[in-house]
Protein backbone atom coordinates (compact mmCIF):
# COMPACT_ATOMS: atom_id res chain seq x y z
CA UNK A 1 0.00 0.00 0.00
CA UNK A 2 1.47 3.40 -0.71
CA UNK A 3 0.43 6.31 1.16
CA UNK A 4 0.33 9.94 -0.61
CA UNK A 5 0.42 12.97 1.40
CA UNK A 6 0.07 16.43 0.07
CA UNK A 7 1.00 19.73 0.90
CA UNK A 8 1.21 23.10 -0.19
CA UNK A 9 -2.27 23.95 -0.56
CA UNK A 10 -4.24 27.66 1.11
CA UNK A 11 -5.95 30.90 0.28
CA UNK A 12 -4.09 32.87 -2.47
CA UNK A 13 -5.20 36.16 -4.76
CA UNK A 14 -5.81 36.20 -8.21
CA UNK A 15 -2.38 35.96 -10.09
CA UNK A 16 -0.91 34.69 -7.37
CA UNK A 17 1.45 31.47 -6.73
CA UNK A 18 1.03 28.29 -4.55
CA UNK A 19 3.32 24.90 -5.16
CA UNK A 20 2.00 21.82 -3.86
CA UNK A 21 4.12 18.92 -2.98
CA UNK A 22 3.07 15.49 -2.91
CA UNK A 23 4.90 12.80 -0.45
CA UNK A 24 4.65 8.86 -1.41
CA UNK A 25 5.90 6.08 0.98
CA UNK A 26 7.31 3.76 -1.25
CA UNK A 27 10.88 3.30 -2.41
CA UNK A 28 10.06 2.95 -5.87
CA UNK A 29 8.73 6.11 -6.76
CA UNK A 30 10.88 6.45 -9.31
CA UNK A 31 8.90 3.77 -11.54
CA UNK A 32 5.69 5.34 -10.82
CA UNK A 33 3.39 7.63 -12.80
CA UNK A 34 2.10 10.65 -11.21
CA UNK A 35 0.47 13.71 -10.98
CA UNK A 36 -2.49 15.77 -9.84
CA UNK A 37 -6.27 16.21 -10.37
CA UNK A 38 -8.56 18.69 -9.13
CA UNK A 39 -12.27 18.39 -8.04
CA UNK A 40 -14.73 20.95 -7.33
CA UNK A 41 -17.89 20.36 -5.10
CA UNK A 42 -20.65 18.62 -7.41
CA UNK A 43 -18.29 17.86 -10.68
CA UNK A 44 -16.13 15.34 -11.87
CA UNK A 45 -12.94 15.02 -10.77
CA UNK A 46 -10.34 16.43 -14.00
CA UNK A 47 -6.88 15.85 -14.67
CA UNK A 48 -4.61 18.78 -13.69
CA UNK A 49 -1.49 16.98 -15.02
CA UNK A 50 0.39 13.73 -15.15
CA UNK A 51 4.09 13.01 -15.39
CA UNK A 52 5.61 9.44 -16.12
CA UNK A 53 8.83 7.39 -14.78
CA UNK A 54 10.35 8.78 -18.30
CA UNK A 55 9.93 12.76 -17.52
CA UNK A 56 7.10 12.48 -19.91
CA UNK A 57 4.34 15.57 -18.72
CA UNK A 58 0.44 15.98 -19.78
CA UNK A 59 -1.04 18.37 -18.88
CA UNK A 60 -5.25 19.89 -19.15
CA UNK A 61 -5.38 21.93 -22.56
CA UNK A 62 -6.39 25.02 -19.91
CA UNK A 63 -3.85 24.82 -17.52
CA UNK A 64 -0.91 24.74 -20.06
CA UNK A 65 1.70 27.50 -19.80
CA UNK A 66 0.52 28.57 -16.42
CA UNK A 67 0.62 24.98 -13.99
CA UNK A 68 4.30 22.99 -14.20
CA UNK A 69 4.30 19.72 -12.83
CA UNK A 70 7.46 18.03 -11.62
CA UNK A 71 8.98 15.13 -9.93
CA UNK A 72 11.95 14.37 -7.48
CA UNK A 73 12.96 10.54 -7.28
CA UNK A 74 15.03 11.15 -4.59
CA UNK A 75 12.96 12.70 -2.36
CA UNK A 76 10.16 10.60 -3.39
CA UNK A 77 8.05 13.96 -4.01
CA UNK A 78 5.80 15.32 -7.13
CA UNK A 79 5.75 18.91 -7.57
CA UNK A 80 3.05 21.19 -9.18
CA UNK A 81 3.91 24.62 -9.29
CA UNK A 82 0.71 26.90 -9.91
CA UNK A 83 1.21 30.14 -11.19
CA UNK A 84 -1.74 33.13 -12.68
CA UNK A 85 -4.09 31.32 -10.66
CA UNK A 86 -7.35 31.94 -11.35
CA UNK A 87 -10.88 31.62 -8.91
CA UNK A 88 -11.65 28.49 -11.62
CA UNK A 89 -8.48 27.12 -10.13
CA UNK A 90 -10.64 26.98 -6.84
CA UNK A 91 -10.82 23.12 -5.85
CA UNK A 92 -9.41 20.28 -3.87
CA UNK A 93 -6.39 19.28 -5.83
CA UNK A 94 -5.19 14.94 -5.05
CA UNK A 95 -2.12 13.52 -5.71
CA UNK A 96 -2.35 10.47 -7.99
CA UNK A 97 0.22 7.06 -8.82
CA UNK A 98 0.58 4.43 -10.63
CA UNK A 99 2.65 1.60 -11.07
CA UNK A 100 3.50 0.39 -14.40
CA UNK A 101 1.71 -2.70 -15.56
CA UNK A 102 -0.60 -2.59 -12.54
CA UNK A 103 -4.46 -1.83 -12.47
CA UNK A 104 -4.23 0.22 -9.10
CA UNK A 105 -4.35 3.74 -8.32
CA UNK A 106 -3.23 5.33 -5.16
CA UNK A 107 -4.72 8.70 -4.23
CA UNK A 108 -4.04 11.36 -1.63
CA UNK A 109 -6.50 12.89 0.54
CA UNK A 110 -6.62 16.15 -0.93
CA UNK A 111 -5.39 19.66 -0.48
CA UNK A 112 -8.01 22.72 -1.16
CA UNK A 113 -6.95 25.36 -2.85
CA UNK A 114 -8.75 29.00 -2.95
CA UNK A 115 -8.14 31.74 -5.14
CA UNK A 116 -9.91 34.83 -3.74
CA UNK A 117 -9.28 38.57 -3.52
Known amino acids: QVRLVESGGGLVQPGGSLKLSCAAT????????VGWYRQVSGKQRELVAT???????TYADSLKGRFTISRDNAKNTVYLQMNSLKPEDTAVYYC???????????WGQGTQVTVSS
Open 96 to 106: YAKPPSRPIEY
Open 51 to 57: ITRGGTT
Open 26 to 33: TNIFSIYT
